[in-house]
């Protein structure tokens, strides 16, 4: 594992550089409409955040469960795109949609459960993208550099790590954040690296202290899943914070920042 440690100074998204530079991602977990993803953009751009979460597909454990409004959502994401001057983080789950996102995504993410997808991480490794990678939730830091290394070996360098919790006996939470991984990739790798507390503890009330822990730890930045109205999202709503506790979330975020030697506008 030899390119995890080269440092990528020029990974820029568009004119947003990582450098010193909190990346704060936040959105629902899904679209579900038009009026929803503008609600949240809206926030976003009051806050001076620059990254959406826009998910048309989710790939869910179980085959019930709600499966994301798909192609749909394209649509939604242009609007988004032709109104507000704002970046979309969207996951992959399908080869077949690479020109959408090509065209229309900033950050592509690779989820969770795709983490060891390696004809997909081949693929992204042949593009010229950011590519946020998650680590699986029954997946070790060595297997989750490894399949970070499959996409930068095939010549993509632009990779952000993203942990998202693990899988242990406590039931609390819904996975457990491996807060330690932070450091310990900071050690191994030159690559930037963010926190996303919502899937990490499945629970609102965990997000706000999830993200200081994580930022406090070295953590290049958060994504956070917010809503309009959480008690009505289709998705993921036992963790979903509302706007204005994301806006409180970002009011001490900011007053952190500096006692890291972050940046953040
Ligand atoms: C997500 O970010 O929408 C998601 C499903 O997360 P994960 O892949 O980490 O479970
Ligand atoms: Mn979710």
């Given at each position: 594992?030899?390119?995890?440690k ?10 947003f ?11 629902p977990?899904?679209?579900?409409s ?24 989710k ?18 994401i ?10 979309i ?22 989820g969770?459960r ?9 693929a ?14 029954g ?6 550099l ?32 491996d807060?330690?991984?932070i ?21 609102s ?61």
């Open positions: 594992m030899e390119l995890v080269k440092y990528n100074k020029n990974l820029k998204i568009g004119d550089s990582l450098e010193n530079n909190l990346l704060i991602i936040a959105g977990c899904s679209i579900e038009e009026e929803q993803m503008v609600k949240v953009a809206e926030k976003l751009i009051k806050l001076n955040i620059k990254f959406i979460r826009a998910y048309p597909y790939p869910r454990t179980s085959p019930y469960s709600f499966q994301g409004i798909g192609e749909e959502g394209f649509k939604i242009l609007k988004l795109k032709s109104i507000y001057n704002i970046k983080v969207s996951e992959i789950i399908n080869l077949s949609d690479l020109d959408f996102y090509l065209k229309h995504v900033d950050i592509i993410q690779v969770a795709n983490m060891q997808n390696f004809e997909l991480l081949k992204l490794g042949k593009i010229n993208k950011p590519i946020l990678l998650k680590r699986g939730f997946n070790t830091i060595d297997e989750w490894n399949a970070c290394e499959y996409i930068l070996k095939n010549g993509n360098d632009q990779v952000i790590l993203c942990e998202r919790g693990i899988k242990t006996f406590e039931t609390m939470t819904r996975n457990t954040l807060i330690s991984s450091p310990i990739v900071k050690k191994l790798t030159k690559l930037p690296i963010i926190v996303d507390p919502s899937h990490a503890s499945g629970r009330d965990l997000v706000k202290p999830l993200s200081l822990a994580a930022i406090a730890a070295g953590s290049d930045g958060i994504m956070v899943e917010i809503h309009p109205n959480p008690d009505q999202s289709v998705s993921d709503k036992e963790q979903a914070i509302s706007l204005d506790e994301f806006e409180s979330l970002i009011n001490d975020l900011r007053k952190l920042a500096p006692i890291v030697n972050k940046h953040f506008d």
